[in-house]
């Protein structure tokens, strides 16, 4: 439902004359895109269904958490939605840098794992790890010092694997105003966009963690 969801809010902002003929298909001109109203859009006209579009579009969804789509205010079914700013934007061709991180993110420009030097069992492991080919990506957390080649190891084996990859410098955005959360999902959105991995730097942070037993 969630993929169903994103391409008729995705038809709607690249072409707003569909969602001014589907108003007037509902008999409803001049009337926003509501929560309600997409239901019935996709096809939801009994409760069940109607129930499984509004759940995708609670607080704490999916599609809410990754900052893909944005809902007014309003009681329940009532609320407008519509597509994120910067999916609309990617979705029209325009793939630079979400404004609102680039304080503290930067696009990985290594381009394969030949460049690197590092011991070959360090780099079959952490590739075997992050599964980059052919399954969903894991969450992997390299623990060494800095300097010894961490993020570059992450940045190559993405870029071998025909990735991009995204940097976020956690002290620098933990440094801005507002939610670090927001900044999290927003560095997330920007990696996800460009069919790349997110790489959370948390430098000096957590720099006297130990790694775990058997790590």
Same mark, same amino acid.
């Given at each position: 439902?969630?993929?169903?969801?994103?391409?008729?809010?995705? /038809?709607?902002?690249?072409?707003?004359?569909?969602?001014?003929?589907?108003?007037?298909?509902?008999?409803?001109?001049?009337?926003?895109?509501?929560?309600?109203?997409?239901?019935?859009?996709?096809?939801?006209?009994?409760?069940?269904?109607?129930?499984?579009?509004?759940?995708?579009?609670?607080?704490?969804?999916?599609l809410r958490r990754h900052r893909l789509v944005v809902l007014g205010d309003g009681p329940h079914v009532f609320r407008s939605v519509r597509l994120a700013d910067?999916?609309?934007?990617?979705?029209?061709?325009?793939?630079?840098? $979400?404004e609102t991180v680039a304080r503290y993110c930067r696009v990985s420009t290594r381009t394969s794992l030949a460049e690197l030097v590092m011991a070959p069992e360090?780099? /079959?492991?952490?590739?075997?790890?992050?599964?980059?080919?052919?399954?969903?990506?894991?969450?992997?957390?390299?623990?060494?010092? $800095?300097?010894?080649?961490?993020?570059?190891?992450?940045?190559?084996?993405?870029?071998? /694997?025909?990735?991009?990859?995204?940097?976020? $410098?956690? /002290?620098?955005?933990?440094?801005?105003?507002?939610?670090?959360?927001?900044?999290?999902?927003?560095?997330?959105?920007?990696?996800?966009?460009?069919?790349?991995?997110?790489?959370?730097?948390?430098?000096?942070?957590?720099?006297?963690?130990?790694?775990?037993?058997?790590?």
């Open positions: 439902i969630e993929l169903r969801i994103v391409i008729a809010l995705a /038809a709607m902002a690249i072409d707003p004359e569909l969602e001014r003929s589907y108003t007037i298909a509902f008999d409803a001109p001049g009337r926003r895109l509501d929560v309600g109203w997409l239901a019935l859009l996709l096809g939801a006209f009994d409760f069940a269904e109607r129930e499984q579009v509004v759940t995708a579009l609670a607080n704490g969804s999916t910067r999916v609309v934007a990617q979705l029209r061709g325009d793939d630079a840098l $979400d360090v780099v /079959a492991r952490v590739k075997r790890a992050l599964a980059l080919e052919g399954r969903t990506p894991a969450r992997v957390m390299l623990v060494g010092p $800095d300097g010894i080649g961490k993020t570059s190891l992450v940045e190559a084996t993405a870029a071998t /694997a025909g990735r991009g990859a995204l940097r976020l $410098d956690l /002290a620098l955005a933990l440094a801005e105003p507002g939610s670090i959360a927001d900044a999290i999902a927003a560095s997330g959105r920007e990696a996800a966009l460009r069919d790349g991995v997110l790489i959370v730097d948390t430098g000096a942070l957590v720099a006297e963690l130990e790694p775990p037993v058997g790590a």
